[in-house]
């Protein structure tokens, strides 16, 4: 119920191999995840967040792939209503910098087919681990599928925002390593 959104949901300007996100909670945070074609999505998510009701989608309910906490959903599920936004790639420090953390990266993305390779490859062997808010989160997953290495630049801001510059940004840079030793050795 309340359900089929009978309207063309992908807007036009979203491709596939496209790092998209969307507001959660009203802007709390943003929610990342990878476009991969016919209006399906790869994300990580969080256990918890994952139980919302897989039945009542008429439009991904049959290709919908539960695999571990990665999950290949239709859009609609993914955008939850929200607007959706294009993560950039390849930006200036300068624009980094002035644009709010977790809205674009510096690091250039990989081909589209490429980024659809990694994530799909990541869905379907439940490569990426546990979900974990500062070391294993959604935009980590989409930066690692776009870049083949992994960023949180949404958590760096936020540690940036307390620290208010260097102090900040090395707790930024911390998070960023216990990421890579949580991850240990990963293969692409
Ligand atoms: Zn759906």
């Not at 990665?70 to 420090?93: H, M, N, Q, T, W």
């Not at 801001?157 to 900040?168: D, E």
């Amino acid at each position: 119920m309340g359900q089929p959104q009978s309207k063309p949901s992908k807007p036009w300007f979203i491709q596939p191999g496209d790092h998209i996100y969307c507001q959660r909670k009203g802007g709390l945070y943003y929610h990342h995840g990878i476009y991969v074609g016919d209006d399906m999505v790869i994300h990580l998510q969080g256990k918890a967040k994952k139980l919302e009701p897989l039945p009542e989608c008429r439009k991904c309910k049959d290709k919908r792939v539960q695999n571990g906490e990665i999950a290949k959903v239709c859009i609609d599920c993914f955008l939850r209503g929200e607007r959706p936004r294009i993560y950039d790639y390849g930006v200036s420090l300068l624009e980094f910098l002035a644009r709010k953390g977790g809205t674009c990266c510096q690091r250039d993305s990989k081909p589209p087919h490429e980024v659809i390779s990694i994530a799909t490859y990541l869905l379907e062997r439940n490569r990426f681990g546990p979900y974990g808010m500062l070391t294993n989160n959604c935009e980590h997953f989409a930066v690692f599928c776009k870049t083949g290495s992994a960023a949180s630049y949404q958590i760096e801001c936020i540690a940036r925002g307390i620290g208010a510059g260097p102090v900040g940004r090395l707790a930024g840079a911390a998070i960023a390593v216990a990421w890579r030793v949580s991850k240990g050795v990963r293969k692409t």
